[in-house]
C-alpha cells in the first residue's frame, strides 16, 4: 500500500458544532482523512477548504433511512474505503417523562438511536467485506446513572449502548471494533443548540426535572470538558491495539461510574439472598 492507502478513512455524523465538528478537525490535523456529514453541510465549507484532499462533506439527516444508505455508499467511495464510522449527531431531550409528547419522544428515539442504528447497518456490509473497521458510538453521562427529566434523552443512548455491547460480541470475529464514548460535561454548544425541551411543564415536577432543566442552563459555557481534548481521547483509543469497550470522558463522568458501580455492589450485596433464594 502507498501512504494515501494507509491513512485511515474516518466517517463523522454530526459535524456542524460540538464534538463532531472537533473530532473531525483533530482527526484532519492527524493527516487522516474524513467525511463529514451534516444536516446543512455548508457549515463545513471552511473545513473542506482548509483540508481539499483529505476532507469530503455530505448533507445527512440520519432519520432519513434511504439518505443514510447511499451516503454511507458515497462516503466509502470517496476514498476508496471506511476505516471509522462515528456515529456522533444527536441531540438532547430534557422535561418530566409526563410532560413530554408523543411527538418529541419519537422524534428524538429516531434521531439518537434509530438513525445511528441506521448508519450502523448501512456501514456493516462494507466493513464486513473489508474485514476490519471501527464503529464509535457517542453516547452520554445520562446513560451511566441518569437524571430526572432526561428520562428519554437517557434512554436513547442506554439503547444504543446495549445495541452497542451486542454488535462488539458480534462483529468480533469479523475484525470490527466498537467503542461507546460516554462523555461528561464538555463546552460546546449542546445545552444552547442542541437540547429540545418540552413544550409544556407541570408544577408537580418543578423540584425534579425543572430543578435539572434549570442546573443545565446555568452550566452552558461553563463545562469542564474540553472538546479538542475529548477529540484526541477518542482518536488515541480508536489507535490503540486494544481499544475499550467504553471510553469515559472526563472526571465528573469518570467519579460518576465509580459511584454507580459502588452503589450498585452495595444494593446487590444487601438483596442477594432474596435473590439467590429464587433458585
Given at each position: 500500500?502507498?501512504?494515501?492507502?494507509?491513512?485511515?478513512?474516518?466517517?463523522?455524523?454530526?459535524?456542524?458544532?460540538?464534538?463532531?465538528?472537533?473530532l473531525?478537525?483533530?482527526?484532519?490535523?492527524?493527516?487522516h482523512?474524513?467525511?463529514?456529514?451534516?444536516?446543512?453541510?455548508?457549515?463545513?465549507?471552511?473545513?473542506?477548504?482548509?483540508?481539499?484532499?483529505?476532507?469530503?462533506r455530505?448533507?445527512?439527516?440520519?432519520?432519513?433511512?434511504g439518505?443514510?444508505?447511499?451516503?454511507?455508499?458515497?462516503?466509502?467511495?470517496?476514498?476508496?474505503?471506511?476505516?471509522?464510522?462515528?456515529?456522533?449527531?444527536?441531540?438532547?431531550?430534557?422535561?418530566?417523562?409526563?410532560?413530554?409528547?408523543?411527538?418529541?419522544?419519537?422524534?428524538?428515539?429516531?434521531?439518537?438511536?434509530?438513525?445511528?442504528?441506521r448508519?450502523?447497518?448501512?456501514?456493516?456490509?462494507?466493513?464486513?467485506?473489508?474485514?476490519?473497521?471501527?464503529?464509535?458510538?457517542?453516547?452520554?453521562a445520562?446513560?451511566?446513572?441518569?437524571?430526572?427529566?432526561?428520562?428519554?434523552?437517557?434512554?436513547?443512548?442506554?439503547?444504543?449502548?446495549?445495541?452497542?455491547?451486542?454488535?462488539?460480541?458480534?462483529?468480533?470475529?469479523?475484525?470490527?471494533?466498537?467503542?461507546?464514548?460516554?462523555?461528561?460535561?464538555?463546552?460546546?454548544?449542546?445545552?444552547?443548540?442542541?437540547?429540545?425541551?418540552?413544550?409544556?411543564?407541570?408544577?408537580?415536577?418543578?423540584?425534579?426535572?425543572?430543578?435539572?432543566?434549570?442546573?443545565?442552563a446555568?452550566?452552558?459555557?461553563?463545562?469542564?470538558?474540553?472538546?479538542?481534548r475529548?477529540?484526541?481521547?477518542?482518536i488515541?483509543?480508536?489507535?490503540?491495539?486494544?481499544?475499550?469497550?467504553?471510553?469515559?470522558?472526563?472526571?465528573?463522568?469518570?467519579?460518576?461510574?465509580?459511584?454507580?458501580?459502588?452503589?450498585?455492589?452495595?444494593?446487590?450485596?444487601?438483596?442477594?439472598?432474596v435473590?439467590?433464594?429464587?433458585?
Amino acid at each position: 500500500m502507498n501512504d494515501a492507502e494507509n491513512t485511515p478513512v474516518w466517517l463523522i455524523t454530526g459535524c456542524s458544532s460540538g464534538l463532531g465538528r472537533a473530532l473531525a478537525g483533530r482527526v484532519l490535523a492527524h493527516g487522516h482523512r474524513v467525511v463529514a456529514t451534516a444536516r446543512q453541510p455548508e457549515s463545513l465549507a471552511e473545513m473542506v477548504a482548509a483540508h481539499p484532499a483529505h476532507c469530503r462533506r455530505l448533507a445527512l439527516d440520519v432519520t432519513s433511512p434511504g439518505q443514510v444508505a447511499a451516503v454511507v455508499t458515497q462516503a466509502a467511495e470517496a476514498f476508496g474505503r471506511l476505516d471509522v464510522v462515528v456515529n456522533n449527531a444527536g441531540y438532547g431531550l430534557v422535561g418530566a417523562l409526563e410532560e413530554l409528547s408523543d411527538e418529541q419522544i419519537l422524534r428524538n428515539f429516531e434521531t439518537n438511536f434509530f438513525g445511528a442504528l441506521r448508519v450502523i447497518r448501512a456501514a456493516l456490509p462494507i466493513l464486513r467485506a473489508q474485514g476490519r473497521g471501527h464503529f464509535v458510538n457517542i453516547s452520554a453521562a445520562a446513560a451511566i446513572a441518569n437524571y430526572a427529566g432526561f428520562s428519554v434523552y437517557g434512554a436513547t443512548k442506554c439503547a444504543l449502548e446495549a445495541v452497542s455491547e451486542s454488535l462488539a460480541a458480534e462483529v468480533k470475529p469479523l475484525g470490527l471494533r466498537v467503542t461507546i464514548v460516554q462523555p461528561g460535561p464538555f463546552r460546546t454548544d449542546f445545552i444552547a443548540r442542541s437540547l429540545e425541551a418540552a413544550t409544556g411543564t407541570i408544577p408537580a415536577y418543578e423540584a425534579t426535572s425543572g430543578k435539572f432543566r434549570r442546573f443545565l442552563a446555568t452550566m452552558d459555557g461553563k463545562q469542564p470538558g474540553d472538546p479538542v481534548r475529548a477529540a484526541e481521547a477518542i482518536i488515541a483509543a480508536v489507535s490503540a491495539d486494544q481499544p475499550p469497550l467504553r471510553l469515559v470522558l472526563g472526571k465528573y463522568a469518570i467519579d460518576k461510574t465509580r459511584r454507580k458501580f459502588a452503589a450498585a455492589t452495595r444494593e446487590l450485596d444487601t438483596w442477594a439472598d432474596v435473590g439467590l433464594a429464587t433458585e
